[in-house]
């Protein structure tokens, strides 16, 4: 399997349940960001530099929860900012966990060491650690020396520990392929699970321009990456990978992927920004979609992004006849768990073990704390460094 059964089967579920229903447009991953506050200044980043002006503000753990339930998406990425520096990360992990919903915690994979005890393995859960190169590359596009080979510790000690790990890469425009195929036969021996890549966008936000790719430019860049790692467990689907080749059109589907941080549901995408909305049904009724899109908005012209375009496989207007056969047969046919020894179960599954030890009956009874919190430490605070001298997060 590509993704782990329960998460295959609830999304199936609740796709189903929507369409039986009648309804066009509705969320499928909720982007959620606690805060907008990082240890780093990758290079590429629009957060730090969109939301410079409130970037130590932060959502209560309550203020997540109220806004997952009212989206409703079956799954939840956790991103920011630099998640793993939200005080309450853990706890935030255990309430969503503990409401049925799947997790994708994206993170530079700094602290994952430091606070890997807070968590415990679920086939909920992924660490989503991003990774743009091997170590020299990677150092410079997050612009630290040492990040790389943290993120790599980090890794190795969540999959001893039992997790189930992912990666996240960002194809710029002077990507070296090679390396990227380099990297993913690194990650593959350390056991990830599965790997997610995506076109750099030019965010209105980013300065640095001379990164990012025309249209035509990604596809040419796609054709040869994907040539390159398409043996891999890629957890991009079949259709959105024939579009970023150029062999297919989709239409942006942005709904589908919503954005919820400290000012609120972020409009139309998780890329640009023409509103914030209080509420999620004011996002979804009050965003004019028609007006967004390639030969739309001259801003949408060379977006391909994963955000805007992985929906649309499921969600948009260009479905063909078999595609639902493609992607079915795409989610059976991939294999987790890379060429890594499982840690902990020696059941050959490494999660076999950890589904009993902490998140089995907080699944079953939808309740936050009562089958878990047991297990689970408090949440810690903050790594010292990044504690201004009035105990606020340090703003960069
Ligand atoms: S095409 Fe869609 S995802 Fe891309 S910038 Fe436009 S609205 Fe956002």
């Not at 259709?239 to 080749?245: A, D, G």
């Amino acid at each position: 399997m590509r993704f782990p059964l329960k998460l295959t089967a609830n999304l199936t579920r609740y796709i189903a349940g929507k369409r039986i229903r009648g309804e066009k447009k509705f969320p499928l991953v909720m982007m959620l960001e606690p805060l907008h506050a990082c240890n780093l200044t990758c290079t590429g980043c629009g957060r730090i530099r969109e939301y410079k002006s409130t970037i130590d503000e932060m959502l209560s753990v309550e203020q997540c929860l109220q806004a997952m339930e009212e989206c409703g998406a079956p799954v939840v990425s956790i991103c920011g900012g630099e998640p793993m520096i939200y005080p309450e990360i853990s706890r935030l992990v255990r309430e969503i966990l503990a409401r049925g919903r799947h997790i994708y915690l994206c993170t530079n994979g700094m602290f994952i060491r430091k606070k890997l005890h807070e968590f415990r393995p679920s086939s909920s859960f992924f660490w989503n650690v991003h990774l743009d190169g091997m170590e020299r590359t990677h150092d410079l596009c997050v612009e630290r020396d040492g990040v790389f080979r943290e993120a790599i510790e980090g890794i190795r000690a969540a999959k001893a520990a039992g997790f189930y790990v992912c990666s996240n890469t960002t194809i710029y425009k002077e990507t070296d392929l090679s390396e990227i195929a380099e990297l993913y036969a690194f990650l593959h021996e350390l056991g990830v699970d599965g790997y997610m890549l995506s076109p750099a966008y030019s965010y209105a936000a980013v300065m640095t321009r001379d990164i990012f790719m025309s249209r035509e430019e990604v596809r040419e860049k796609f054709r040869q990456a994907l040539s390159l790692i398409e043996g891999y467990n890629l957890m991009i689907s079949p259709i959105y990978r024939e579009y970023l080749k150029g062999e297919r059109e989709l239409m942006c589907t942005a709904w589908g992927n919503p954005t919820y941080n400290p000012r609120g549901w972020k409009g139309p995408c998780y890329l640009m920004t023409d509103a914030h909305h209080d509420t999620f049904q004011g996002f979804m009724q009050d965003t004019p979609w028609e007006k967004y899109g390639r030969g739309r908005d001259p801003r949408c012209q060379d977006c391909m992004v994963h955000v805007g375009f992985e929906p649309s496989a499921v969600l948009g207007a260009h479905r063909k006849l078999g595609d639902n056969w493609k992607l079915l047969s795409w989610q059976l046919s991939g294999k987790m768990g890379g060429a890594g020894r499982r840690a902990g179960t020696g059941n050959g599954n490494g999660h076999g073990a950890s589904r009993g030890n902490g998140h089995g009956n907080g699944h079953g009874n939808g309740h936050a704390s009562e089958g878990q919190a047991g297990g689970l430490p408090v949440a810690s605070p903050p790594p010292a460094e990044l504690l201004g001298p009035d105990g606020r997060l340090r703003i960069l």
